[in-house]
């Protein structure tokens, strides 16, 4: 069985079996990011197999930056 990202992260916090161990990321610092050759945190988690992320790094983001959620994609504050 498949499951989609949040069902695996979910089922993995629950202490369920989840079709395959979960991929979290904490924090890449942004020169990381630019010498990966993205162009940003979101382009990059889009093309990697996250299933996960959190928002520690967007807390250095300058006044009026906004966070892009991916279409398909959803955010939770589990």
């Known amino acids: 069985m498949s499951m989609t990202s949040s069902e695996r992260v979910f089922a993995a916090m629950r202490r369920g079996v989840p079709d395959r161990v979960p991929i979290l990321e904490n924090t890449i610092d942004p020169a990381i990011v630019a ?44």
């Open 35 to 78: 010498a990966l050759g993205f162009a940003s945190y979101v382009e990059m988690y889009d093309t990697l197999p996250v299933d996960a992320v959190t928002l520690g790094p967007l807390l250095d983001y300058p006044e009026g930056a906004r966070l892009e959620i991916p279409t398909g994609k959803r955010m939770t504050n589990a």
